[in-house]
């Protein structure tokens, strides 16, 4: 299983937005409505933003949204903020009980 | 509120194996599944495996496959993994995180623990 591509890098100013995308294939992403997303700042734990590629858990601003098309899932954060600085990874189910992450994309709040 | 904890880091040598402990709280330990991701130093999450604590039953990655076991105590409500043969390239931090209801069809990987510290060195 191959990982998910996503843009090494991304950043924005405060107060605009940025979109980072993750891209499979129809076996992943394409294929099923499972697409997360998680926040990871340096030495810290991934945390839950996204899930089900649309879906926010509670306490997740509604600057973070989610979206897909065909094989590919993007992440939209609106309005930057200074701690919106992280590296965000995508997740998708891959079939037959199997997971995959993408390579993740730093974050960057000029 | 659910928490995630794990044991402490741990130094290998190559050719030696690492058992990971998980102890969730705030849910019932049985009732999600839980999932093992590791990380190497500056790079990307990495899916493992995930084992349903009611069952044992597990599933895991095909790269990981013959040298991960992953294992749960249900009277300790602790999760387990086994990594064997380790090389430098194992050399990661290892989380837990809990993974969806075991009675549902949701592929929710949520709750994460605050990682493990494995170095393989000679």
């Known amino acids: 299983q191959s990982a998910l591509t996503q843009p090494p890098s991304a950043s924005g100013s405060p107060g605009q937005s940025v979109t980072i995308s993750c891209t499979g294939t129809?076996?992943?992403?394409?294929?099923?409505?499972?697409v997360s997303w998680y926040q990871q700042h340096p030495g810290k734990a991934p945390k839950l933003m996204i899930h089900?590629?649309?879906k926010r858990p509670s306490g997740v601003p509604d600057r973070f949204s989610g979206s897909k098309s065909g094989n590919t899932a993007s992440l939209t954060v609106s309005g930057l903020q200074a701690e919106d600085e992280a590296d965000y990874y995508c997740?998708?189910?891959?079939?037959?009980?199997?997971?995959?992450f993408g390579g993740g994309t730093k974050l960057t709040v000029l | 509120q659910v928490q995630l904890v794990q044991s402490g880091a741990e130094v290998k040598k190559p050719g030696a194996s690492v058992k990971v402990s998980c102890k969730p709280s705030?849910?019932?330990?049985?009732?999600?599944?839980m999932h093992w991701v590791r990380q190497a130093p500056g790079q990307g999450l990495e899916w493992m495996g995930r084992?349903?604590?009611?069952?044992?039953?597990?599933n895991s990655a095909q790269k990981f496959q013959g040298r991960v076991t992953m294992t749960r105590d249900t009277s300790i409500s602790t999760a387990y993994m086994e990594l064997s043969g380790l090389t430098s390239d194992d050399t990661a931090v290892y989380y837990c995180?809990?993974?969806?209801?075991?009675?549902?069809?949701?592929?929710?990987?949520?709750?994460w623990g605050q990682g493990t510290l494995v170095t393989v060195s000679s």
């Open positions: 089900e590629v649309t």
């Open positions: 084992i349903n604590p009611n069952s044992g039953g597990t």
């Open positions: 995180a809990r993974g969806t209801v075991v009675a549902g069809t949701g592929r929710l990987i949520d709750y």
């Open positions: 997740n998708s189910y891959a079939g037959s009980n199997n997971w995959v």
């Open positions: 705030g849910y019932t330990f049985t009732g999600y599944y």
């Open positions: 129809s076996s992943d992403v394409g294929g099923y409505n499972y």
